[in-house]
């Protein structure tokens, strides 16, 4: 029995809801929260004020640092905007009412709200727990796992990684990446509420929803239960391959430079265009047309529009063309393979 995954609507008043978080109870707080802890490692460092002299925050109040800052886990502690020069670390429960911006690395983890954005001159980590309002800038690499909800969008100068692990991550914005990106939706799922651009590879594995385009300057890998909203774009290869029962589904084009495989059970609304090879194996639904510049090999079970190749066409499987079939090259059909044509039969020679 083949599952269908829905289709996910982003809700633009809402688009993201805010993971759970382990949040301790309004009543349960301490209202006078001790002051921040340094550690055996901060030797010599600057440490924050305590939290009994920090006032209540406002718009244009702003923590500045110049070091880590340790921070107490319990109870829960509110702090106004934070800047920092150095390397900043915080771990919750915490929430910061404004923004954080570091020149320098940033790691957030263990249950941290950021009402506003977070900017990193160095790597960026997100780790369990993180719920950030705005969006998240990192100026080298950026990482994200395990429950994680940001509001916006997420731009890193080199990689961003992401993993799911068993709560998930989202984003409620587009993700952009200055080399690769690599998603493992782990046991859980990841949901992206805009465009994927990588400017090397994009490899996204496991229960991964795209509201919006997926493209890259590289190679791109969609491996498992993905949903692309928008179109599948690659100057370099790309391999489409399901998991289990669920369809993989593509509602845009798929188009690449170089060649294509696509495997498994795969709807793609549009068509399928490469200026390299095309392989298909699988039980695959193309709308409206497969296009090769290369050889077609087609082993499972395949239904599309048209199909054009400048190449060979190989069927080994079932291939049931409802438009026109064009081939430049030869015609092959092998063993218990099947060729069914509804338009025009065009092939070299006739």
């Known amino acids: 029995m083949v599952l269908m995954r829905h289709e996910i609507k982003p809700d633009f008043k809402h688009p993201i809801d805010p993971l759970p978080s382990s949040h301790e109870s309004q009543s349960s707080r301490d209202p006078s929260p001790p002051p921040y802890t340094p550690s055996a490692s901060s030797s010599g460092s600057r440490y924050a004020p305590s939290l009994a ?27 106004p905007s934070i800047s920092s020069k150095k390397p900043l670390s915080l771990v919750g429960p915490l929430t910061v009412r404004g923004s954080i911006e570091c020149s320098s690395t940033v790691t957030l983890s263990d249950d941290v709200e950021v009402t506003s954005s977070v900017q990193s001159g160095g790597p960026l980590k997100l780790i369990n727990g993180i719920n950030i309002l705005g969006g998240v800038e990192g100026r080298a690499d950026v990482d994200l796992s395990d429950s994680v909800t940001i509001g916006g969008g997420v731009e890193a100068r080199a990689n961003v990684r992401i993993k799911g692990g068993a709560k998930g991550v989202r984003i409620g914005g587009g993700l952009d990446a200055r080399a690769v990106v690599d998603i493992d939706s ?19 594995r496991g229960r991964i929803d795209v509201l919006g385009d997926v493209s890259a300057r590289g190679g791109v890998v969609l491996d ?13 290869g790309i391999e489409i391959k399901s998991r289990g029962e669920y369809r993989l589904q593509v509602q845009g084009k798929v188009d690449a430079h170089g060649s294509i495989s696509l495997d498994g059970l795969i709807d793609v609304d549009r068509f399928v265009s490469a200026k390299g090879n095309v392989k298909i194996d699988g039980e695959v639904r193309i709308r409206e047309s497969v296009e090769a510049r290369g050889n077609a090999d087609v082993y499972g079970n395949v239904e599309t529009g048209d199909f054009s190749t ?13 438009g026109d079939l064009e081939v430049r090259g030869q015609v092959n059909v092998i063993g218990s393979g099947d060729l069914i044509v509804d338009g025009r039969y065009k092939t070299k020679g006739r």
């Open 53 to 79: 002299s920090v006032p209540p925050p406002s718009h244009h109040q702003r923590t500045e640092t110049e070091g880590p800052i340790p921070l107490s886990t319990s109870p829960r502690t509110e702090l």
């Open 186 to 204: 782990g046991s859980g799922s990841v949901v992206v509420g805009g465009e994927i651009d990588g400017r090397s590879n994009v490899n996204l």
């Open 224 to 236: 498992g239960s993905v949903f692309v909203k928008g179109c599948v774009d690659s100057r370099g």
């Open 310 to 322: 400048r190449g060979n066409l190989t069927v080994r499987g079932k291939l049931h063309v409802r």
